[in-house]
């Protein structure tokens, strides 16, 4: 028996069985930090940097939706989830574009990597939007910074 949860008796590649695992409420929320010049950042008004392509920080939070919505298409081996809820917040700190996404939904199994895909693609999303302005861009930090339900709970 393999001792990696995502491998079968024959050491295959297998999705783990949550058929008898409680539903429960879980949630998580990751960040991705974009770093940007500052150039781009005199862009910024309104709350938001407009570009020939539009808003960044909404077109951002409808790709990160998109995205955490499709997670299970993206990542081998994930659950296909139905979200109950998918909510970004998105702020800068100097040139730092601070983007979290907190997804949640009552299921047998979490939505870590829902958050983490969502946060993911927002920021390859402001990369996209901002690189006619300068290639000098760093997607510098993804992370989970909290989930709850199941097993234990993870705080960072």
Do not use: W
């Amino acid at each position: 028996m393999s001792d990696f949860s995502h491998l079968d008796a024959q050491g295959n590649p297998a999705m783990v069985d949550v058929g008898k695992k409680a539903i429960t409420r879980r949630t998580a929320r990751a960040q991705s930090i974009v770093v940007l010049t500052d150039e781009i950042m005199q862009q910024l008004t309104g709350g938001d940097i407009q570009t020939k392509k539009g808003p960044v920080f909404q077109t951002a939070i409808i790709a990160g939706t998109m995205a955490a919505k499709r997670t299970s298409d993206l990542i081998p081996l994930c659950h296909p989830l139905g979200l109950d809820s998918c909510k970004f917040s998105v702020k800068t700190e100097g040139n730092e574009v601070i983007i979290e996404c907190t997804t949640s939904l009552e299921a047998k199994t979490g939505v870590e990597m829902e958050a983490l895909v969502g946060a993911s693609v927002a920021a390859l999303t402001v990369y996209d939007m901002c690189k006619a302005f300068s290639h000098d861009l760093i997607i510098k930090e993804t992370r989970l910074l909290e989930k709850t339900g199941g097993k234990q709970d993870f705080q960072r």
